[in-house]
């Protein structure tokens, strides 16, 4: 049945960024399709909430708190997950760190922060899992600021959109073997946008500048990457999909002033 092509039974996911918010909604997405689940982030205490009900649905659930900017960390966390739980069927890379700033306050090492949280590391897990997947699926999650345009952005939405165009390179260098795709997200109801989430005047023109008229859930986006990582996605490689509401102009006027 088509609906059976929707589900991972007995895979083995790592999910970057899984305390919380994308992270957490995509674990626990793919565990109720049946896949166990190896959760990675800096909190130990929001990896154990999140595994808890990973556990409850019946899936395994492995811990690995880590900062993955560090050396070393990305191929640890591999080798945990496949020493842990046997084998990697799929990873999602849910990592970035890059604030909006105005563009003189934007300085070198912003902009080389945010290539490392969102294209270093996303490089750096997928080429330590690789070896221990016989086939499986990639997902990266990148933002509409790849491709669209707003003020305060420039290191955030580079990174992004270098992120974006890895993913089709990526595709290319792994395929067949290996699938390699990305999300493309809008504005979705994180703790890390809890300004737009907060700041009623804000999040309304988030939302007159999203066609959808709403902001995203991170269940929207936890939605895509099961698609993409389920044999439902299975025909699809370098593809970068839009979850974002049908976004195509500057998602977020941050009322910085002109220079």
């Not at 080798?79 to 084998?87: E, P, Q, S």
């Not at 563009?103 to 997928?126: M, Q, W």
Request: proline letters at 4%; zero cysteines; charged letters at 25%.
């Amino acid at each position: 049945m088509i609906l059976d092509r929707f589900r991972v039974p007995g895979r083995v996911a790592i999910v970057t960024g899984a305390g919380r918010g994308i992270g957490a909604a995509t674990a626990l997405a793919l565990a109720e399709a049946g896949a166990d689940v190896v959760l990675s982030a800096r909190s130990e205490d929001q990896l154990r909430v999140v595994a808890g009900k990973i556990q409850s649905l019946g899936r395994r659930a492995l811990e690995v708190p880590a900062d993955l900017t560090e050396p070393g960390a990305a191929e640890s966390l591999a080798h945990a997950a496949a020493g842990g739980l046997g084998r990697i069927d799929i990873v999602v890379n849910n990592v970035d760190d890059a604030p909006p700033r105005g563009f003189l306050d934007t300085k070198r090492r912003h902009v080389e922060n945010a290539f490392r949280f969102s294209v270093g590391v996303a490089h750096e897990l997928t080429r330590a899992a690789v070896p221990y997947m016989t086939q499986g699926s990639v997902i990266n999650i990148s933002s509409v600021m790849g491709r669209v345009s707003g003020r305060g952005y420039l290191a955030y939405g580079t990174a992004k959109a270098a992120l974006s165009h890895y993913t089709r390179l990526a595709a290319r260098d792994l395929a067949p073997r290996i699938r390699v795709n990305a999300v493309e997200v809008g504005t979705v109801a994180t703790e890390a946008h809890d300004e737009v989430m907060t700041d009623e005047a804000l999040r309304t023109r988030v939302e007159r500048n999203t066609p959808l008229r709403r902001v995203g859930e991170p269940e929207d986006v936890a939605a895509a990457v099961l698609f993409l990582a389920s044999p439902a996605g299975s025909y699809l490689t370098g593809k970068v999909l839009e979850v974002d509401g049908g976004i195509d102009t500057a998602v977020v006027d941050l009322g910085l002033p002109d220079l």
